[in-house]
């Protein structure tokens, strides 16, 4: 490719050229992408599925830094999505930087934001050789763990912070419908408003073109297309097409399950290497996230049946789910998402399921840092005498072995707080504790 075909191509990506649109604002992952950013010399990654807004994130944070008196011309975006780009590898990017530093000119040294890195071969061996001579601030995206991980396991180990997209959390949901949450005086004023959106929150999930559009279950199916034939099949070289298909429907339609990959090859008919070698794919691509049964001994934890979640409920009932009888395993999967959220911000939180041998079960552990801090069940409906019993039960059991003090019911919209011999769990209502939990 020649100068002139390439500086068009970066000529359409950056604002030297004219303004481009950012959507809006998403504050919480900009705020904390600058905070990176300025409070390190590593270079950035910004991770998570396909469409969930990172490259409108980049672009804010291109805004913000002009904003901040950055020059333009000391701003690079480079998305290598972009068709026109022919050999995809560091001869590239070595000649896109010449041609950057040509015709802008920086006068400073320059941020590069190289967006879907993933689809450069040995992208990182360039990243790490600007990075050790200071010659950029570096900040890369990418759609697939796997890719990302395995090159920077090697070359940029302990060089590297990593900022996690997820689709809308309900705060930043509401704020896409027009609706801001300021103070707790906002959530009951609102709060017909907010529980209508919910529903539709859980129902059609939350990521933001989906969330903006009229045609979503369309979108969401050609989403789901896409991470089949692009990011699956072609990437990972996959044959057995009817096979993956097949794996993700049991996935998604069976969120919050228990299962083992045995299990669910005797159910698909598919060989359980397969399936465990497939459901690593799909975790690489952020389609899917296997929760492991909390236990003091590591073997054990790694031994034991997953929960499935997904990154989305949209997909979920886009792909077959039906939503009126499933609303229960949505929260729950929506609960899963939303402590993920957290990690974000306190990566040091791990997440577990709990099980004992009378098959008690607790949906959510949360251990931070050495001990476990807080215990969560999802029980959708309360109103029941005997599920409300047996979801107490199981709680205290753990609270009890897992000296816990704490613990949560997540609900429909009952709300209470009780004592129980030294602990207490408290009821909230799902939409709530989203907005007051990951609000920010
Ligand atoms: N902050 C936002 N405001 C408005 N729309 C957005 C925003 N973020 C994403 N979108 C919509 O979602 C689509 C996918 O977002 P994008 O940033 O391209 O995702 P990714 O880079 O993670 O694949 C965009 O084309 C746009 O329609
Ligand atoms: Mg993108």
């Known amino acids: 490719m020649d100068k002139k075909e390439i500086f068009d191509i970066l ?7 004219g303004p481009k649109d950012i959507g809006l604002m998403r504050n919480s992952y900009v705020d904390r992408l600058e905070g990176l950013i300025q409070g390190s010399n590593q270079v950035i990654t910004i991770t998570g599925p396909r469409r969930a807004g990172k490259s409108y994130i980049m672009r804010q944070m291109g805004r913000l830094l002009a904003e901040n008196e950055i020059k333009k011309e000391n701003i690079l975006f480079v998305n290598f999505d972009d068709p026109r780009f022919l050999s995809l590898d560091t001869k590239l990017l070595i000649q896109i930087y010449d041609i950057y530093r040509e015709f802008m000119s920086p006068t400073d040294t320059p941020y590069i934001f190289l967006d879907e890195v993933q689809e450069i071969y040995e992208w990182e061996k ?17 759609s697939n763990a796997h890719l ?33 949450i300021k103070t707790s005086l906002d959530i009951d004023r609102k709060k017909t408003e907010i529980m209508g959106f919910f529903r539709k929150y859980m129902e059609n999930g939350s990521f933001p073109e989906v969330t903006l559009s009229d045609k979503k279950t369309e979108i969401l199916l050609n989403y789901f297309d896409d991470l089949l034939t692009k990011d699956l099949m072609k990437r990972f070289r996959i044959r057995k097409t009817n096979a993956m298909k097949a794996l993700i429907k049991y996935y998604l339609s069976n969120a919050g399950n ?35 049964r909390f236990s003091f001994k590591v073997k054990e934890q790694e031994k034991s049946p997953r929960k499935i979640y997904a990154i989305d409920t949209g997909l979920c009932n886009a792909v077959g789910f039906r939503f009126s009888e499933n609303i229960g395993r949505l929260a729950e999967n929506i609960v899963y998402l939303a402590l993920k959220r957290k990690q974000i911000v306190s990566p040091q939180i791990e997440l577990f399921y709990w099980k004992d041998v009378q098959h008690r079960e607790v949906d959510f552990v949360i251990k931070d840092g050495l001990g476990v801090t807080n215990l969560i069940q999802v029980c959708w409906n309360m109103r029941d005498e005997k599920t409300k019993t047996r979801e107490l039960r199981s709680l205290q059991k753990a609270m009890k072995e897992l000296k816990v003090k704490n613990a949560l019911i997540i609900t429909e919209d009952a709300e209470e707080e009780k004592k129980l011999n030294g602990f ?6 799902l939409w709530k504790w989203l907005l007051t939990e990951e609000g920010g």
């Not at 397969?274 to 459901?279: A, C, G």
């Not at 207490?424 to 209502?429: E, N, R």
């Open 11 to 17: 000529d359409s990506w950056n604002e030297w050229a």
């Open 126 to 142: 360039w990243v790490r050789m600007m990075h050790e001579l200071k010659k950029a601030k570096i900040i890369v995206s990418g």
């Open 424 to 429: 207490t769990v408290k009821t909230v209502p």
């Open 258 to 292: 228990l299962m083992t990959f045995s299990s669910i090859g005797k159910y698909l008919e598919i060989t359980s290497d397969t399936i465990e070698k497939f459901s690593g794919y799909l975790e690489d691509v952020y389609l899917i996230f296997q929760l492991k």
């Open 148 to 180: 990302l991980s395995r090159e920077l396991g090697t070359l940029l180990t302990g060089r590297h912070l990593d900022l996690n997209v997820f689709p809308l959390s309900f705060t930043e949901y509401l704020m896409f419908n027009n609706i801001e």
